[in-house]
């Protein structure tokens, strides 16, 4: 008999299996939210992992939404905190928020310099107004030699417009319109209030440009093989990559 609470070994990344079951999840996302953000929160877990064991470790999660990834990252043995400043994403209806919740801004995370050996952030880049500040401030709170994951779907991606994508190919306010035309749904995002247009090129620039930083790996996170190849085709890139990993470590 099948074991439910077993957890499955981890999928090959990058591997066709991997992403075929991040994307069929992530088509069911509505239905089965738990499966979808589980299998994330593990996919995401095992990514760290290559790079730094998490038992014993202080993670944190920045823009950490409802807690998946945190609930996955002390399921691993790491010391982790989630700071989130919507209290409806930390707490939807039927959730208690994960141990270590704190209702906090990552501009602004109530943290001292280097608390971190892991600061963690996923698809939160492309919501914030000013993304650099926003990682300036995960890069303070990493200790010396500690790891920075930050990921973000990028504007020219085909799930760019979020909800409304492929729409937000005609531009923003065209894409929201139709979306909410055809659907009679009010939009989740507006461009300028929620969610602003990051570019891979020029994320990849800033990030290399920095001296507290540097790039371990730029790649697309999802992608089923060669993974850090679409990041470094000028123009291509913001199409095809989707969504980019950094992996960044926090300079001496
Ligand atoms: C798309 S959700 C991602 C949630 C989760 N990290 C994930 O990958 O499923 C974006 C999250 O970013 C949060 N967010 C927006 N602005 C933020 C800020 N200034 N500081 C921290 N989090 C922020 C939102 O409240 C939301 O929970």
Not at 73 to 86: I, K, Q, S, V
Not at 153 to 172: D, I, K, Q, V
Not at 187 to 207: D, M
Not at 216 to 240: C, G, K, M, T
Request: glycine share 8%.
């Amino acid at each position: 008999m099948k074991d439910a609470s077993r957890t499955p070994p981890p999928l090959r990344d990058p591997s066709f299996r991997r992403s075929a079951a991040l994307l069929r999840a992530f088509l069911n996302e509505q239905e089965d939210p738990e499966h979808c953000y589980t299998l994330l929160a593990r996919d995401a877990a095992d990514q760290v992992q290559r790079y730094v064991p998490l038992k014993d470790r202080v993670v944190v999660d920045v823009g950490g939404g409802t807690g998946y990834f945190a609930r996955e990252f002390r399921r691993r043995g790491a010391e982790t905190y989630l700071f989130e400043p919507d209290p409806r994403a930390l707490t939807p209806a039927g959730h208690r928020p994960p141990e270590g919740s704190v209702l906090a801004d990552g501009y602004l995370l109530p943290l001292a310099d280097g608390a971190a050996d892991v600061c963690f952030s996923s698809n939160v880049l492309e919501h914030v107004a000013d993304p650099q500040t926003f990682l300036s401030e995960m890069v303070r709170v990493t200790r010396p030699g500690g790891l920075i994951y930050v990921s973000f779907t990028n504007w020219f991606s085909p799930w760019g417009g979020h909800e409304w994508a492929p729409w937000h190919y005609l531009g923003a306010d065209r894409g929201r319109r139709r979306f909410e035309r055809r659907t009679g749904r009010s939009a989740k995002h507006t461009v300028g209030e929620n969610l602003f247009p990051i570019h891979v090129g020029t994320t990849l620039r800033q990030v290399r440009e920095r001296e507290d930083v540097a790039v371990v790996s730029a790649r697309a996170r999802y992608w089923p093989l060669l993974p850090s190849l679409p990041p470094r085709i000028p123009v291509l890139r913001e199409f095809v990559t989707w969504n980019l990993l950094l992996i960044l470590r926090r300079c001496p």
